[in-house]
């Protein structure tokens, strides 16, 4: 595991400071925040916070919340999560087993959230198609039958989704290459 | 089959008559510039100066021009049909010997200007594809995302372009099956369109 930055290590053992109340507050409170960063934290709201430190309590909330977010970043086994909390940080038993109960519930979705961190090529999502015949044109005397695919991709407008053109041959080919990569996805999944 | 004039396009046409050889050579080279680079009214007053007539004159000749050879160009019109429009023009022999050169020399490249404005859409070149399986990433260890580039080669009005997109296993899945679909409603409709031709 990547070692907590040494504000937050401390921040973690103060935790362990804390009445039984306040430890499962800010504990909620921390998982809370990771999943919805938009939320605005107001110690202020929480009557069990009043007769901590402001700077403890922010210290206890910065080890929480980046403990949490290694240990589902590494997707640390529970064993070794104990093992931090109990021997690293002096938790007692009952408090570990009450963290990693949370833990347990919130480790996928926080998973996910830290999977979206990261850069990526457009996403196709969804496509649509249609088909034209090139009645008229310049260069046509002949009508030709065409198909119109655009591609849709994720958090992009409609103008910004991608389309093209494709006569049979091309489209035939794009089939093609599209049922070869498939193909290779499944039988990759079922080794 | 020639195209027919209105009034005011032959009455515009008319001035050419009024030029020498120079001149109309002059005033069909630029309509032909203009047709593919748009119009230029310095062009105009520079002109009228020479002839000393006025700049509304020489622009409706020049454009009066852009008009007839487009517009043949468009068409299609053969030797033949292009003579016969001229017709009403009531332009000498020389005049419209002179003409019909420059539409022959010219047609090909009005004709490929004309191709450019029509609205056009990217056409597919060819796909390459490769199975990616991300297993870690700066923000999350220990993952097995599968990743399938797919990248685009399309060709655009003769330039060339590539796009890299990315999806998923199930999108994958699907999108084959819906390109599939089209390729066979495309050949489907080419069968029926031969019986209709």
Known sequence: MAQLSEKAAIGLAKVSALKDIAVKSITHTAFQQILDCSRILSYSEYSEFQDIERSDLEQCFLGLTSFILEVCKNDLSEDLIRCYLIEDYKWTDDRTVSFLNKLKNYKQKIRARLSCITWQHPHIIDSSWKLNINAQSQSLNAPQAECIVKLQLEDCSEKDNFSFRCDTNSLQDMVLKLKECSRSVTNYGSE | ?197
Request: charged fraction near 25%; hydrophobic fraction near 40%.
């Open chain 2, 1 to 197: 089959m020639a195209i027919s004039l209105d009034d005011k396009h032959k009455e515009h046409l008319s001035f050419l008559e009024n030029l020498d050889q120079s001149a109309l050579e002059d005033f069909c080279m630029i309509s032909i510039e203009f047709i593919g680079r748009g119009v230029n009214k310095k062009v105009y007053s520079t002109a009228a100066q020479k002839l000393g007539v006025d700049p509304e004159i020489v622009k409706h000749a020049v454009e009066g021009l852009m008009y007839l050879f487009a517009k043949c160009s468009k068409y299609n019109l053969q030797e033949k049909e292009f003579l016969e429009t001229l017709i009403p023009l009531n332009l000498s022999e020389k005049t419209k010997e002179h003409l019909l050169e420059l539409y022959k020399s010219k047609y090909a490249s009005i004709h490929a200007q004309l191709t450019e404005l029509i609205p056009s859409i990217p056409a597919y070149s060819k796909l390459e594809w490769r199975f990616d399986i991300e297993i870690a990433s700066r923000s999350l260890r220990k993952q097995v995302q599968p990743v399938i580039l797919l990248k685009f080669y399309l060709n655009h009005n003769g330039v060339e372009e590539e796009r890299i997109l990315q999806t998923d296993p199930s999108n994958l899945i699907r999108l084959t099956a819906k390109l599939e679909e089209a390729l066979h409603s495309l050949q489907s409709s080419h069968s029926k369109s031969d019986v209709a031709i």
